[in-house]
């Protein structure tokens, strides 16, 4: 079984970089993909985060330096991220997970577009 769709792929790995900052997920074809944990956490998929419908997003600053603390295996489609600020809501299915890495370029981009950080990315 792969994610909520039968098309994603599942991670076949997932490594933890504290160092860096970043989580790293293994496929079977041999792709691998680094995603930061702050866009993990500013792109958390909870409603609090990302409102109840389209524009009711709320804007997540201030993450630069959160850790993953604990990862939770939520059946066999999701993992949950628990995050040093405290956040642990979010489930993080196979599909989100393969397009936050897939799509990460984009969606950091518009993120700092929103924040104002004048490109500097973690």
Do not use: C
């Not at 995603?35 to 985060?49: D, G, K, M, N, T």
């Amino acid at each position: 079984m792969s994610g909520l769709t039968k098309q994603t792929p599942i991670s076949t790995g997932i490594v933890v970089h504290s160092k860096t900052r970043a989580l790293e997920l293994q496929y079977p074809n041999d792709q691998t993909y680094r995603i930061s944990f702050e866009l993990l956490r500013v792109y958390s998929p909870p409603a609090e985060v990302q409102g109840y419908g389209p524009g009711q997003e709320t804007l997540q600053t201030g993450k630069r330096d959160v850790l993953i603390i604990a990862i939770e295996p939520v059946g066999h489609y999701a993992l949950q991220l628990n995050f040093s600020d405290g956040h642990n809501t979010g489930l993080y299915s196979w599909d989100i997970l393969h397009d936050l890495a897939v799509r990460q370029d984009e969606l950091w981009a518009d993120y700092l577009a929103q924040t104002g950080s004048g490109g500097h990315r973690h």
